[in-house]
């Protein structure tokens, strides 16, 4: 006989529990809830000009979803434009990152496969009322290291739409 152990998960935007790189953050699905399979976080509310490093995953598998704003995203050094209802996929070994662009906050969904990135995120994360800060780099390089992600440095020159 199979046992059935894993049950249903609900988690909302409301249930906000801290910042990731200045950004009120919810992890809705965490690779406790699916076996190890996805994690999944909601950016609440992006600031204009917020930008990650230009970083390659060894161990996951990242996509994006933009759900409000407008955002950049380079994979490969490809630049892509990326309003509401975009969906973009950062396969391990591909250099990516993203930027906020405009003047609105973005919001997205991120997702990574199989889970384990969400302990990157959260030994990174902020108390929800912290001001928010850029990363300590140190600090940062140091759990890339750590979670097999290679920092390589800013975003490279974007050439130019949505500035």
């Given amino acids: 006989m199979i046992t059935q152990t894993r049950r249903p998960y609900l988690k909302t935007s409301q249930d906000v529990a801290f910042q990731f790189f200045g950004s009120p953050t919810v992890l809705h ?4 809830q ?3 399979r996805f994690f999944l976080l ?3 509310s992006m600031p204009p000009g917020l930008a990650s490093p230009y970083h390659r995953h060894h161990n996951e598998d990242e996509a994006f979803y933009v759900l409000e704003g407008r955002m950049r995203f380079v994979c490969d050094g490809e630049w892509m434009d990326a309003g509401p209802g975009t969906w973009v996929y ?3 070994e591909i250099p990516h990152g993203f930027k906020v662009v405009g003047t609105e906050p973005a919001r997205m969904l991120l997702m990574c496969a199989p889970a ?4 990157f995120v959260v030994e990174l994360s902020a108390p929800l009322d912290a ?4 990363p300590d780099m140190a600090r940062l390089a140091d759990a890339a290291a750590r979670f097999n992600i290679d920092l390589l440095g800013p975003l490279p020159d974007d050439p130019g739409v949505g500035e």
């Fill in 34 to 36: 699916t076996d190890g």
């Fill in 29 to 32: 699905a965490t690779g406790e």
């Fill in 131 to 134: 001001a928010p800060a850029p």
């Fill in 116 to 119: 384990g990135f969400e302990k």
């Fill in 90 to 92: 950062g396969p391990r």
């Fill in 42 to 44: 909601e950016s609440i």
